[in-house]
């Protein structure tokens, strides 16, 4: 009788390949339906597992999703800190938006998984986090490059979020249209950041008339 149950069910697993079934399974199923609406019953189904195996490997649900979300950060920004690695700082720029790109096309659960809102009671977790990492990185990068330069490199965090913020909502729009490829949507987001890098100012100051446009829109007392 337990022969004919397995059959029908999933194939008998090491624990670590069952480990590997349940995260891509999981993957699916958090891509699809979001943190909320995912439940244990519906892993173990796809799985074709029973929910005490779900448990037994990653304690529940809110484990298994921290998991998956620890797992794609780190292929994430393994990704971009190779292509940052090496190059001319516009090479550098060119091949950052280009790997998160082609993670948002090659790996789109994953995307979905990372873009969604997290459980609050996960403090690491989501795009939020992937983000602060990934920008961390950047700005290493642009803290040596602003001070060959002569800028303040005090200055390279900002940039560096900003950098990534705009490659990172692009993204997220480039999820529904799908076009153009994503080699073209690296060129013109490099080609933007480029230009803006290759002529900043040592010491940006915003314009006279909106300082003044803006002390003009205070509310009086």
Request: charged share 25%; proline share 4%; glycine share 6%.
């Given at each position: 009788?337990s022969?004919?149950?397995?059959?029908a069910?999933?194939?008998?697993l090491n624990?670590?390949?069952?480990?590997?079934q349940?995260l891509e399974?999981?993957?699916?199923v958090f891509?699809?339906?979001?943190?909320v609406a995912?439940?244990?019953?519906?892993i173990?189904a796809r799985?074709?597992v029973?929910?005490?195996i779900v448990?037994e490997?990653?304690?529940?649900?809110?484990?298994l999703?921290?998991v998956?979300v620890d797992?794609?950060?780190?292929?994430?920004?393994?990704?971009i800190s190779e292509?940052?690695?090496s190059?001319?700082?516009?090479?550098?720029v060119e091949?950052?938006?280009?790997?998160?790109?082609?993670?948002?096309?090659?790996?789109?659960?994953?995307f979905?998984v990372?873009?969604r809102d997290a459980p609050?009671?996960?403090?690491?977790g989501?795009?939020s986090?992937?983000?602060?990492?990934v920008?961390?990185?950047?700005?290493n990068v642009?803290t040596?490059t602003?001070?060959?330069a002569?800028?303040?490199s005090?200055?390279a965090?900002?940039?560096?979020?900003?950098?990534?913020g705009?490659?990172?909502f692009?993204?997220?729009?480039?999820?529904e249209t799908?076009k153009?490829s994503?080699?073209?949507v690296a060129?013109?987001?490099?080609?933007?950041?480029?230009?803006?890098?290759r002529?900043?100012?040592?010491r940006?100051?915003?314009?006279?008339a909106?300082?003044?446009?803006?002390?003009?829109?205070k509310?009086s007392?």
């Amino acid at each position: 009788m337990s022969r004919k149950k397995r059959a029908a069910g999933s194939p008998r697993l090491n624990a670590s390949a069952r480990r590997a079934q349940l995260l891509e399974t999981a993957r699916a199923v958090f891509a699809q339906r979001g943190y909320v609406a995912t439940s244990v019953e519906e892993i173990a189904a796809r799985a074709k597992v029973s929910k005490p195996i779900v448990y037994e490997h990653f304690g529940g649900k809110e484990g298994l999703y921290a998991v998956l979300v620890d797992r794609e950060m780190e292929y994430v920004v393994a990704r971009i800190s190779e292509a940052i690695s090496s190059g001319t700082p516009r090479e550098r720029v060119e091949r950052a938006a280009l790997a998160f790109l082609l993670y948002v096309r090659d790996q789109r659960e994953g995307f979905l998984v990372l873009s969604r809102d997290a459980p609050v009671a996960l403090a690491r977790g989501g795009m939020s986090s992937l983000l602060n990492d990934v920008a961390e990185r950047v700005s290493n990068v642009f803290t040596a490059t602003f001070k060959q330069a002569g800028y303040d490199s005090k200055a390279a965090p900002l940039y560096a979020h900003a950098l990534v913020g705009m490659v990172t909502f692009v993204g997220q729009w480039w999820t529904e249209t799908r076009k153009p490829s994503v080699e073209e949507v690296a060129s013109h987001l490099a080609a933007l950041a480029w230009m803006g890098l290759r002529h900043l100012p040592k010491r940006p100051a915003l314009t006279t008339a909106t300082v003044a446009r803006g002390r003009s829109s205070k509310p009086s007392r």
